[in-house]
């Protein structure tokens, strides 16, 4: 039972483009969520999060918007370049629990030059 | 100012054996989560902890998995008689607090596992 899903696997787009990542999530008690960038052979890097409070946290070329409603949030990244290419994973957790955090199965983003 | 550290990076080991795997959290975090990743998967949770206690292995193998944080020296995570089924990227994590908010967790470079 995939409690946040990334239904696509793969993203291609063109260097200065708009990139626009989308997860889904089931699980109502879930109220912060954050988004991580992985380059192959590494950990997951840090790029956002935003609480549930929220419906919309920015910070530079990227942008997270929250759908509570929708269980949905996306990721904007723009302009898009050749270095954000990597595997994107949206995750959430609850607070006030030991707010592990539950992962989607990623997307791999290419920005082509 | 050093991230979370985990080591070995890469660790062979035969079925049978055992693995233990190492990770220093960041200076001042108190609060360690590990994680598997499986091929083509998603980081699954395993278990959190803090100095000398376990928080929720709630995602921890009922068998031969376990994971201690002492209050001296790394977390370790701890495989006996690993499978194949065992083989996977092993991430850990640190946080500094549980406070009003969620605080971010910073991940290590992570320990590839292969077992033969």
């Known amino acids: 039972d995939q409690q946040v899903k990334q239904n696509s696997p793969s993203l291609s787009v063109q260097e200065g483009r708009i990139s626009i990542l989308n997860c889904d999530y089931t699980?109502?008690?879930?109220?912060?969520f954050l988004w991580y960038k992985k380059y192959p052979a590494e950990g997951p890097t840090f790029l956002i999060s935003?609480?549930?409070?929220?419906d919309k946290n920015e910070d530079g070329r990227f942008t997270v918007f929250l759908n509570k409603s929708a269980k949905h949030l996306s990721l904007h990244i723009v302009p898009s370049q050749p270095g954000d290419s990597a595997v994107y994973f949206c995750?959430?957790?609850?607070?006030?629990?030991?707010?592990?955090?539950?992962f989607g199965k990623g997307t791999k983003l290419t920005v082509n030059p | 100012n050093a991230g979370v550290m985990q080591n070995p990076r890469h660790l062979v080991r035969r079925r049978g054996q055992e693995a233990r795997l190492r990770c220093s959290p960041m200076?001042?975090?108190?609060?360690v989560y590990w994680y598997r990743q499986l091929p083509e998967e998603g980081l699954k949770f395993m278990v959190y902890?803090?100095?000398?206690?376990?928080?929720?292995e709630s995602g921890m193998p009922k068998e031969r998995f376990s994971a201690e944080f002492p209050k001296e020296g790394p977390s370790i995570l701890r495989i006996q008689q690993v499978v194949r089924g065992d083989s996977a990227a092993y991430f850990c994590?640190?946080?500094?607090?549980?406070?009003?908010?969620?605080?971010?967790?910073?991940f290590g470079p992570g320990t590839r596992l292969t077992v033969l």
């Open positions: 995750a959430a957790s609850e607070t006030g629990g030991s707010e592990k955090l539950v």
């Open positions: 994590a640190s946080s500094p607090t549980l406070a009003a908010s969620t605080d971010t967790q910073y």
């Open positions: 200076k001042g975090h108190s609060h």
């Open positions: 699980n109502s008690m879930f109220d912060y």
């Open positions: 935003i609480s549930s409070i929220k």
């Open positions: 902890l803090q100095k000398e206690n376990i928080i929720d």
